[in-house]
Structure formats: structure tokens, C-alpha cells
């Protein structure tokens, strides 16, 4: 997977993003990532790539003309129109399957959004999907695009150990994961529940689904809804 990010900030996602297991996996050449400058792009000496909007209000918005140029010199160089995702609050909302079949492209370019937005022209240009991260507002789209390509990067092959990619994870069927718990037995006065002591296979297997029930419907009951209700279709 080879990540592109067209980005006002590229320190921040190269800080982000180059340490830990995206980091590892980068060198060990599974991904690539670049983040390039939008300002680089700017048809100006001064490197300006913002103006105030058309109709007035608060706030600046960054022009088309540098976006659009960061965007042709990326497609020109790659010989190829990746996926372009744009990072906004008024996308479609991320989750976990739409990181599972983003994994599948073989190049990713994420725009990062600064200030009141970007200018609509250049949006209807290049955007594939809207993305938003969640229903709250934050100062750019760099965090968001670190937070995808995060989660998109653990479907990659090889970016997870073996062991943990085909493990239960929360989301998988729609409830969350159970507690876990490592040495030692006893902390605190707490001990590890017993069962996963006893090395019974089938009992440890079924007193984590039953935690995943639990905890599901107590911290995510609209997600355990959906649960129950898929339980409902496929024991028709
Ligand atoms: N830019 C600002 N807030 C955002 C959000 N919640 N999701 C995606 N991009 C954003």
C-alpha cells in the first residue's frame, strides 16, 4: 500500500506516523508514505494558499488552484488516479469494513482540509469519498488521515503479526472484545478470572463471548442491537 497525503503539515503526519508498527512496516516496505506539500504547489512568490470566502463570514479558505496542482503533479508522477479521500466532519462515517476494503487498492491519496475548508471547484475535481472520523470538529484533516491509514494499514498483509491479524478483535460480529488479562494472578487483591486458568478450551471460548455480550450491551447497546438482530436473520 503506498499512502499520499496532500497536506499543509506534512511533518505532523510524518511524526505521526513513522514510529511503532506503521513505522516498522514502512521499513520493512509493505507501505509508503509521503505527504506532500500543498504550499510547494502555489502559483505565487509568496506561497499564499488561502483567501476569505465569496458570500463573506468567518474564517479563510483554501484555494482550488494549489490543491489542484499538488493533485495533477502526484498523478502525473505515479502514472496512475488513485482513490482520493477527503478528510471532512460532513462524510460518510468511517468504520472498520470500509478500512478492510480500502486495504485491497494499492495507493491511497488523503487531502487534509485547514481553516473553513476547501474550495468546492477543486472538490468536485478530484474527491472519490468524503470521510469523516466521527461527529465532532477538529482543526484539520491530518489527524483524521493518520487515524484511517492506521487502521487501514493492520489489513495489509504482514503489517500484523501472524498471530494477531486473524485474531477476535472488537467489531467482529458486531460486539466489542472481551477483557484481557496477563500476569500476574493476583494484583492488587484482583484475581484472573479462573476459567482462564483452567486451560479448558471450550469453557475460555464461551466465557468470552459471554463478556462480549455483556459489555456490548452495557457500553454499546445500539451496536448490540444490530448484533441481536443479525443473530435473528442468520438462525432463520
Ligand atoms: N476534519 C475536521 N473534523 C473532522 C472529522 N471529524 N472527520 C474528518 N475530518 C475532519
Not at 509508503?32 to 463573506?56: C, Q
Not at 504482514?158 to 486473524?166: F, H, I, K, P, W
Request: net charge neutral.
Amino acid at each position: 500500500m503506498n499512502y499520499y497525503v496532500l497536506t499543509l503539515f506534512p511533518q505532523m503526519i510524518l511524526d505521526g506516523l513513522n514510529t511503532s508498527i506503521i513505522g516498522r512496516a514502512v521499513k520493512k516496505g509493505l507501505l509508503s508514505l509521503e505527504a506532500i506539500n500543498i504550499r510547494d504547489y502555489a502559483d505565487n512568490k509568496h506561497g499564499k494558499v488561502d483567501d476569505y470566502p465569496y458570500g463573506g463570514g468567518a474564517g479563510m479558505v483554501m484555494q482550488a488552484q494549489p490543491v489542484y496542482g499538488a493533485y495533477e503533479a502526484l498523478c502525473k508522477r505515479i502514472e496512475r488516479k488513485p482513490r482520493l479521500i477527503y478528510l471532512t466532519p460532513q462524510g460518510r462515517p468511517f468504520h472498520q469494513e470500509m478500512a478492510k476494503e480500502m486495504a485491497k487498492e494499492k495507493e491511497l491519496i488523503f487531502l487534509c482540509g485547514h481553516y473553513e475548508g476547501i474550495d468546492e471547484r477543486v472538490l468536485e475535481e478530484v474527491v472519490t469519498d468524503y470521510i469523516s472520523i466521527g461527529d465532532y470538529v477538529l482543526t484539520g484533516g491530518e489527524l483524521p488521515a493518520m487515524v484511517m491509514m492506521d487502521c487501514i494499514s493492520r489489513f495489509v498483509p504482514g503489517v500484523l503479526s501472524n498471530e494477531s491479524s486473524g485474531e477476535w478483535e472488537s467489531f467482529q460480529n458486531d460486539l466489542l472484545e472481551y477483557p484481557q488479562y496477563s500476569r500476574p494472578k493476583e494484583w492488587r487483591g484482583k484475581e484472573v478470572p479462573d476459567v482462564l486458568l483452567s486451560g479448558h478450551h471450550e469453557k475460555i471460548e464461551q466465557w468470552r463471548q459471554n463478556q462480549s455480550k455483556e459489555r456490548t450491551k452495557k457500553w454499546r447497546p445500539d451496536l448490540y442491537i444490530k448484533y441481536k438482530e443479525n443473530q435473528k436473520k442468520t438462525s432463520l
